[in-house]
């Protein structure tokens, strides 16, 4: 199909195919033109009022090619956002429920601890690669081990009070997991691009039966080539494992960095010396 030929092209290669898809519609309503005045034996005399109709028409159409860039641009940027803001999202998550870890016996917090930090260094991998079988066979086995290790804390978390508390922040982690494997699929609807690129076509077929002169046509190519410019950060942004433009993922980094400046000993700072005073008190 057509889309997927698309879908295949680089970055780069997008922008070039766009700006070459509207050059070559251009110079097909050139030739059109060129073709009419042939048949005419050349005594075109176009009134001020069929000139002004046909600025009108060639206005309407780029207004509407505008208005067509600016929804799908809108669209590709929305869902990068939601990319970006599910990373803080999840990265949240498993800081909550690392620092809720810390509240068990152990080894249930041990354990939660490093099976954690192993979810968080393999989530970074993920998303650089979302395609990679390894990274997403190693995400869901340590997914399993993490609900394993919840489960087997359950009498430790109910007997802290906490059932509830940490069975909600990992069914969280978890529900963010599936979120952020949508994301990286979604893309911008194939219809969408196909109509985008015929209606550049169209366009550019106005462009080129109606603009006429050196000055004219030098217009027309800066027209198409930022246009083609445009195109291709909407490709970029629409593809979050290819592209440049990928989701930022700041937010997993410092967690991770948190991590492992924090292990589980780290947060038994004040309960030994509250258990060495409580031993002198009872001498």
């Given at each position: ?244 433009a990928r989701e930022s993922q700041q937010a997993m980094r410092m967690l991770l960095a948190s991590l492992k ?23």
């Amino acid at each position: 199909m057509l889309t997927d030929w698309l879908a295949s092209l680089s970055i780069v290669m997008t922008g070039v195919v766009t700006f070459a898809v509207m050059l070559a519609a251009a110079v097909a309503g050139r030739f059109l033109r060129l073709a009419q005045i042939r048949r005419s034996g050349g005594g075109i005399q176009e009134s001020g009022e069929s000139v002004a109709q046909e600025g009108y028409l060639l206005g309407a159409a780029l207004g509407l090619l505008g208005l067509l860039l600016a929804f799908t641009f809108g669209m590709v940027l929305n869902r990068y956002e939601a990319r970006r803001a599910l990373a803080t999202q999840e990265a949240n998550a498993i800081g909550t429920s690392y620092l809720r870890a810390q509240l068990l016996d152990e080894p249930h917090r041990s354990r939660l601890s490093r099976l954690l930090v192993a979810y968080t260094e393999n989530r970074m991998k993920l998303a650089s690669d979302a395609e990679d079988a390894r990274f997403l066979a190693v995400n869901d086995r340590l997914l399993t081990e993490i609900w394993s290790a919840v489960a087997a804390a359950r009498e430790s978390a109910l007997a802290h009070g906490l059932s509830t508390a940490v069975l909600m922040t990992y069914n969280e982690v978890i529900d963010l997991d599936t979120e952020r494997k949508l994301a990286w699929d979604l893309r911008t609807p194939a219809e969408v691009l196909l109509l985008l690129l015929v209606y550049l076509a169209v366009t550019a077929a106005v462009v080129g039966h109606s603009v006429d002169g050196p000055r004219g046509k030098r217009s027309a190519l800066v027209l198409f080539a930022l246009i083609a410019l445009s195109i291709t950060v909407m490709a970029d942004l629409n593809r979050p494992m290819s592209g440049r433009a990928r989701e930022s993922q700041q937010a997993m980094r410092m967690l991770l960095a948190s991590l492992k400046a924090q292990p589980p000993a780290a947060f038994d700072k004040f309960s030994a010396p509250q258990s060495a005073a409580g031993t002198n008190d009872a001498h």
